[in-house]
C-alpha cells in the first residue's frame, strides 16, 4: 500500500513539471508579435516519467491549439520570398509604363518638331527669296551709282568746254534714264532715320520691311504673305528690265561717242557685279 501511494506522488510530480514547462513555453510565444511567431520553434522538451525529451511535434507539446505557440519554420520564408517577387513584378510594371509613357511623350514631340519644322522650312525658303530679291536690287543700285557718279563727273569736265557741249547733252539724257530706275528701287531722298515719314518707302524700304515680317514668324508663311512678296518682286524685275535694257544699248552707244572724240569709255560692270 505504501508502495502505491509513493507511485501516485511521483506520478503527479512527473505531470507537474510537464504541464509548468509547457505553460513556460506559451507565455514566452504570448510576448511575441503575432508576426514574429516563425521566431519560436518546436525544439526538444525535457520532461516525461522517463527524463527522454518530448518530441518536437507541436501537436504533442500544446494539443490542438499549435499557433499559439510555433508556425511552419518555412512559412515566414516562403512570404518573404512571395513579397519580394510581387515587389519586383510591381517595379517592372511600373518601369514598363513609364518607359511607355516616355515613348509616347517623345513621339509626341517629334511629330510637333516635324510640323514645325516643316512649317520653318517654307518661311525659311520664302525668306531666302527675299534676300535673293534684295541682293538683285542692291546690285542694281550699285551699278546705278556708278554709272551716274561717271556722268557727273564728266559734265564737271567738260561743262566750260563749249565744244563738249554735245557730250554733256548725251551725258544728261544718259543720266535722265537711269535716274527713275534708281528712285523706283531706293528713295533717294532718304539721308536720315526719320526721313520715311517725309518721303515714300521704295522697294528697297518695302522689302526691308516684308524680310523682318517673315523672319519674325515661328508658322509656314500665309497666302498674303505669299502674294505680298509676289507683287514687290514683279515691281522688281520691271525696274531690273527696264536697267538691263539701259546697260545693253544706251550705255553701249555713249561709250561709242566717247570714242570718236578720243574719250575713254564709261566703265560697264558685267551684269553678274
Not at 501511494?5 to 511575441?32: M, P, W
Not at 509626341?108 to 525658303?125: A, T, V
Not at 567738260?158 to 523706283?184: N, T
Not at 524685275?237 to 575713254?264: C, E, H, T
Request: glycine share 6%; net charge negative.
Amino acid at each position: 500500500m505504501r508502495s502505491l501511494r509513493r507511485l501516485t506522488r511521483h506520478l503527479q510530480d512527473e505531470r507537474g513539471t510537464l504541464f509548468r514547462t509547457c505553460t513556460f513555453a506559451t507565455e514566452r510565444a504570448t510576448e511575441l508579435p503575432r508576426s514574429n511567431g516563425a521566431a519560436v520553434q518546436a525544439n526538444a522538451v525535457s520532461g516525461g516519467t522517463s527524463g527522454k525529451p518530448v518530441a518536437e511535434e507541436a501537436a504533442h507539446v500544446l494539443g490542438s491549439d499549435t499557433d499559439a505557440v510555433v508556425d511552419d519554420r518555412d512559412a515566414d520564408k516562403r512570404l518573404i520570398a512571395f513579397d519580394a517577387q510581387r515587389q519586383q513584378f510591381f517595379l517592372f510594371t511600373r518601369l514598363g509604363a513609364g518607359v511607355l509613357g516616355v515613348a509616347d511623350q517623345v513621339h509626341e514631340n517629334l511629330q510637333h518638331l516635324m510640323l514645325i519644322d516643316g512649317n520653318r522650312r517654307y518661311r525659311f525658303e520664302l525668306a531666302a527669296q527675299v534676300n535673293d530679291a534684295n541682293n538683285d536690287l542692291h546690285r542694281a543700285v550699285n551699278q546705278i551709282r556708278t554709272m551716274r557718279a561717271e556722268l557727273k563727273r564728266l559734265q564737271q569736265r567738260f561743262d566750260d568746254d563749249a565744244k563738249m557741249k554735245p557730250l554733256i547733252e548725251r551725258a544728261a539724257e544718259l543720266d535722265k534714264k537711269m535716274a527713275p530706275v534708281e528712285e523706283h528701287l531706293i528713295q533717294v531722298n532718304m539721308k536720315g532715320s526719320e526721313a520715311n515719314l517725309a518721303f515714300p518707302n521704295m522697294l528697297n524700304e518695302q522689302f526691308d520691311t516684308f524680310s523682318a515680317l517673315v523672319q519674325a514668324g515661328d508658322g509656314a508663311p500665309t497666302q498674303q504673305q505669299y502674294e505680298a512678296f509676289k507683287g514687290l518682286r514683279g515691281q522688281l524685275d520691271q525696274q531690273l528690265a527696264a536697267w538691263k535694257q539701259i546697260m545693253a544699248s544706251d550705255v553701249p552707244a555713249f561709250n561709242d561717242y566717247m570714242k570718236g572724240i578720243n574719250i575713254p569709255a564709261l566703265y560697264l560692270p558685267p551684269q553678274g557685279e
